[in-house]
């Protein structure tokens, strides 16, 4: 009954917008439809006049996010995306126009000839030569997979497709205007003598800096009238200022000291009721535990458990001392380090070298790591002790037979795997059996070895000087804040926001309570780190929001770095895309250049004078002496680079004096006493080709002049 209330109370302005529908039906039918589409909503943005699906660009945009294997933040991959499928759709056009297609017979011909797939194992035949065939039963297996409801793969096969053919298209029209591209001999010829042509000069040169910044002072006006004036080159965008207080999560000192005490408690036995014994049991501590692994998981320590050996040096100094000195079962601790409370355990002692250099001979057999052999393990185990009687004491057929059978990158090497420092022997990505061995046993030593990747022939060829190392087991907890600190954090935070809501000003709230304000100035709709703040995009989204007003407040949860916390912002500033604002970027852009035009003035009403001379005295600096400029190196002496002086110069009569010329650091008077045009050649042809080089090299330029052309529609910041 309240529904059809509301629409009872409503029913002149649902007869207004029916009507008004009616209305736009009697002069074109078809508004009708777009009357009431959905397709704007859903469209991503138009390039020139073509739509971009939002499902669609969803899909690309976790694809993307999933070739990154995730480092790519959401608006990298929506901003690579989106620059892709521009691309793609300012080429496809000017193609479609230049009558040029980028057929599939194209697109595969160039996906066979990747080296990644010429050279991947998965695509070789029996005699390890690339199989079309095998490449396309691979991609058949990935679509049956996808139909199956499998889709990464075969998603991230369509993105492959979807970059080879836009290369594809990039590398057609480049080429199809590059071709286009051309001097004449005559240009070859200009280009000649503008290098090669020599001046010499004298000149007074007063700078910019002789003139105090306080005297040349840029007004708001000046500065707004020169972006309207250069509306061009400082197109409007639409932005956000934000001020902001955060209220990080951190532990107290009584947090602190509880964790520290938790740690401590593991260090000796304890007793503990058992539910499962109905009795109170005994638990050993690290102390007298000799399962580490299992002690380090049952407790729930916060970092697994390392079994590399440590040098001292690669030892907290705070801790380093303690554990060398430390005898075997020792544990050290509780001590502090990167935010964890820890004890550690000596548990072995040994000398091993920093570095090994060793060799080998592999015979991996069916199931071990990246293997494709089809033998057994007992076959392989047969293999590789024949082999081991002909190579343990021969190193020359050591090395021959190495050559023959690795199938790894030491083939060719005669199986030298070469120096292997400790830290990546004893990292997870080093297989353990190998690095006991080498790190373990004496140079010289060989041995059949058998590790994740099949049975192998380990050499020791040499190690460096040992050391005292050791091995700990280590428990730790991470110092964190409790659930009484977060939720006093937690109500301070809130309690700013409440007072902001209330119409308080959050510079007065912070000075009363001790906060520090921060800024993020002239955030664009598409931003996403936010100054001290990280990847907020949340944040960026909310100011951005249409209904949003100045001095709205809201508080955000946040994570900086690992590091949750608060976040109580103001929407402090707001401009839309019709007005320009006066950024800090555009600031440093322009407020040097308006007031070196204040400066150039100054300096021109002192420099009076009929000669050099009398000019230089005037303004109380020196006539100058320039030998040999070049339009081509546009180098005086003691100044630097003055382009637009030097191309003054090249125009200028001889022997007469110059108007007064602003350039890049000061204001000039120049006087021309000898220009030195080169002497004619027979054949301009080189420097005719030197011209088409340099144009051809600016070919990367297309597409930015094309995307600037086209039609192009961007609503990425209404949905991401």
């Known amino acids: ?52 699906d939002r499902e669609e660009f969803a899909r690309q945009v976790e694809a993307y996010r999933s070739q990154s294997g995730g480092k790519a933040t959401q608006m990298q ?6 620059n892709s499928m521009v691309s793609e759709k300012v080429f496809q056009s000017q193609l479609e126009k230049a009558g040029i297609v980028i057929g599939e017979k194209d697109i595969w011909d160039a996906m066979v000839a990747l080296p990644q797939i010429q050279n991947s194992p998965l695509f070789k035949n029996e005699i390890n030569l690339f199989d079309e065939e095998k490449l396309k039963e691979y991609i058949a297996n990935m679509k049956d997979e996808a139909d199956a409801g499998n889709t990464q793969a075969w998603t991230n096969w369509l993105a492959t497709e979807r970059s080879i053919k836009q290369n594809l298209e990039r590398q057609a029209y480049s080429s199809l205007v590059t071709a286009g591209l051309g001097a004449s001999l005559e240009e070859g010829k200009r280009d000649y003598i503008y290098e090669n042509t020599k001046m010499d000069a004298k000149f007074v040169f007063v700078s910019y800096a002789t003139i105090a910044d306080s005297l040349s002072v840029v007004s708001k006006d000046e500065i707004q009238k020169y972006l309207e004036e250069n509306s061009e080159r400082f197109k409007p965008v639409a932005t956000r200022s934000l001020k902001y207080v955060k209220f990080d999560i951190l532990p107290s000192e009584a947090d602190d000291a509880e964790v520290k005490k938790k740690v401590e408690s593991f260090i000796n036995d304890r007793e503990e009721y058992s539910n499962a014994a109905k009795t109170t049991v005994k638990i050993a501590g690290l102390k007298n535990t000799t399962d580490y692994e299992a002690f380090i998981n049952d407790n729930k320590s916060d970092l697994a458990i390392d079994n590399s050996y440590k040098f001292k040096n690669q030892l907290s100094a705070t801790i380093s001392d303690a554990i060398f000195e430390a005898s075997l079962g020792d544990v050290v601790g509780p001590y502090k380090e990167n935010g964890y409370y820890k004890i550690s355990k000596v548990v072995e002692i040994l000398q091993l070298p920093d570095s090994v250099k060793s060799s080998h001979i592999i015979v991996p057999y069916a199931g071990t790591t990246r293997s494709t052999s089809n033998r057994t393990k007992e076959e392989a185990k047969k293999s590789i002790d024949s082999i081991f009687a002909l190579v343990k004491n021969n190193k020359t057929k050591f090395n021959k037979i190495a050559d023959e059978i690795n199938t790894d990158g030491t083939k060719g090497k005669g199986g030298d795997i070469g120096w292997v420092r400790k830290n990546q022997a004893f990292s997870p990505s080093f297989d353990k059996d190998f690095a006991d061995f080498i790190y373990k046993n004496k140079t010289g030593s060989i041995a059949v070895v058998e590790t994740a990747f099949g049975f192998h022939i380990i050499r020791i060829d040499d190690q460096t000087k040992h050391e005292k190392a050791v091995r700990l087991a280590t428990f730790s907890l991470l110092i964190e804040a409790s659930e009484e600190t977060e939720n006093a954090i937690f109500e301070k935070a809130e309690t700013l926001a409440s007072n902001l809501a209330d119409g308080k ?54 994570d900086v770095a690992g590091k949750r916390g608060y976040a109580v912002v103001v929407l402090s500033g707001k401009t839309e895309e019709d007005g320009l604002v006066v950024t800090t970027d555009i600031l440093l852009n322009i407020r040097p250049e308006l007031m070196n035009k204040k400066k150039a003035a100054m300096i021109k009403e002192k420099m009076k004078g009929a000669t050099l001379e009398e000019i230089a005295k005037n303004t109380k600096s020196i006539v100058r002496n320039a030998s040999s400029v070049t339009l081509a190196s ?79 529609t961007d609503n990425r910041s209404k949905f991401f």
Do not use: C, H
């Open 505 to 558: 000003e959050i510079e007065d709230l912070a000075k009363e309570f001790g906060y520090k304000v921060q800024a993020a100035v002239n955030l664009k709709p598409l931003s996403e780190s936010i100054p001290g703040l990280n990847n907020q995009r949340q944040i960026v989204t909310w100011a951005f929001n249409n209904e949003r007003e100045l001095n709205d407040s809201k508080r955000f949860d946040v």
């Open 77 to 82: 991959a929506v901003n690579a995306v989106w």
């Open 1 to 52: 009954m309240a529904i059809l209330s509301k629409i009872r109370d409503r029913s002149m302005f649902l007869i207004f917008i029916v009507g008004m529908a009616l209305f736009a039906f009697v002069l074109d039918p078809s508004s009708i439809q777009n009357f009431f589409s959905s397709t704007k909503v859903n469209s991503i943005g138009q390039i020139n006049g073509e739509d971009i």
């Open 634 to 712: 546009p180098l005086l002496s003691g100044v630097g680079n003055e382009p637009a002086v030097v191309g003054a110069m090249s125009t200028l009569k001889l022997n007469e004096l110059s108007d007064k010329i602003e350039g890049k650091k000061g204001v000039f008077v120049v006087l021309v006493t000898k220009r030195e045009v080169p002497k004619e050649l027979d054949n301009y042809d080189n420097f005719r080709k030197s011209k088409v080089v340099r144009l051809k090299g600016r070919s990367y330029q297309l597409y930015k002049v094309l995307q600037e052309a086209a039609d192009v």
